[in-house]
Nanobody, 115 residues
Framework: QVQLVESGGGLVQPGGALRLSCAAS????????MAWYRQAPGKQRELVAL???????NHADSVKGRFTISRDNAKNTVYLQMNSLKPEDTAVYYC?????????WGQGTQVIVSS
């Protein structure tokens, strides 16, 4: 089993920044990709950003230029740096790990962007 634990969410004013972290632990054999998703109230969960094992990344159009996904392989941790936050970024953010032994979700961390 693999556990994914997110941290770093909270309340921030519009224009502010947050950095989310997701630490993977457990039976990790190899990580194919790690991703961040988000789900706003009443909406479907959507992909925000993804980073592959070769380091290549993809970001949703809605966050390009504002959010950056990165990783620390030694710590089995993926980050999401979120800058210039907008009220529409308010959501629960989930980490997803695509491992050689399965796909896993974290429990989520709440991000609220409000003045």
């Amino acid at each position: 089993q693999v556990q994914l634990v997110e941290s770093g969410g909270g309340l921030v004013q519009p224009g502010g920044a947050l950095r989310l972290s997701c630490a993977a632990s457990g039976s990790i054999f190899s990580i194919n990709a790690m991703a961040w998703y988000r789900q706003a109230p009443g909406k479907q969960r959507e992909l925000v950003a993804l980073i592959r094992s070769d380091g290549s990344t993809n970001h949703a159009d809605s966050v390009k230029g504002r959010f950056t996904i990165s990783r620390d392989n030694a710590k089995n941790t993926v980050y999401l740096q979120m800058n210039s936050l907008k009220p529409e970024d308010t959501a629960v953010y989930y980490c997803r790990g695509l491992m050689s032994n399965g796909a896993y979700w974290g429990q989520g961390t709440q991000v609220i962007v409000s003045s």
